[in-house]
């Protein structure tokens, strides 16, 4: 077990330990998505508050029902479920008080279930063996820095609307260049803190 501090790991999963640019985890939804800033912060928002509460009950469930059971084998499937039922959760609400990002995100709002950067801090946790409270820290954390990565690329990509892009470059393929950047820069915080 880690005697990192909450606060160190939720620093680490924002900055030097991003889960989508280390881990490269959640691009499906990141690269179709940060076309706008606005919807990328709306999906970025939704993807924080997923990620934060079931990596919190994903903790409780393995921890106090799971691994006393010896039914470990089983948590993924769990872990997929109570993920499922967060993400109807997060669309009646959006729907309800924010139609436009509701028609925005389209198909990619349900589609968070399936976001492997919300199973992976799951997994995460569990695999570092994390307490409570660092759990809290590093879901917080990872889905802070899944906000932060679609949003700056969001950002550029609006700037890059009135660059000369190459036409074989237009879209994916540059957006996948820009992440790729990101995620050099960002290996640069490596030397403040990093997590295991």
Same mark, same amino acid.
């Given at each position: 077990m880690s005697d990192t501090s909450a606060m160190v790991i939720l620093i680490a999963a924002v900055f030097t330990n991003n889960i989508l640019l280390s881990n490269f985890l959640g691009m499906c939804s990141f690269i179709a998505c940060s076309g706008q800033v606005e919807t990328?912060?709306?999906?970025?928002?939704?993807?924080?508050?997923?990620?934060?509460?079931?990596?919190?009950?994903?903790?409780?469930?393995y921890h106090f029902v799971l691994a006393p059971l010896q039914l470990?084998?089983?948590?993924?499937? /769990?872990?997929?479920?109570?993920?499922?039922?967060?993400?109807?959760?997060?669309?009646?609400?959006?729907?309800?008080?924010?139609?436009?990002?509701?028609?925005?995100l389209g198909i990619f709002l349900p589609l968070i279930t399936v976001n492997c950067a919300i199973l992976g801090a799951s997994i995460f946790v569990i695999i570092r063996e994390y307490t409570f409270v660092q759990t809290v820290g590093f879901g917080?954390?990872?889905?802070?820095?899944?906000? /932060?990565?679609? /949003?700056?690329?969001?950002?550029?990509?609006?700037?890059?609307?009135?660059?000369? /892009?190459?036409?074989?470059?237009?879209?994916?393929?540059?957006?996948?260049?820009?992440t790729c950047v990101m995620a050099m820069a960002f290996m640069g915080f490596a030397g403040m803190v990093t997590i295991q």
């Open positions: 990328a912060l709306g999906l970025g928002t939704a993807v924080t508050f997923v990620m934060t509460l079931t990596a919190m009950i994903n903790y409780a469930i470990g084998h089983l948590q993924f499937i /769990v872990f997929i479920a109570v993920i499922a039922a967060f993400v109807q959760l997060v669309e009646m609400i959006v729907e309800r008080f924010s139609p436009k990002l509701y028609f925005a917080f954390g990872a889905g802070l820095g899944w906000l /932060v990565a679609i /949003v700056l690329i969001a950002g550029l990509q609006q700037k890059m609307r009135y660059s000369d /892009v190459p036409k074989p470059f237009v879209g994916v393929p540059v957006a996948m260049i820009i």
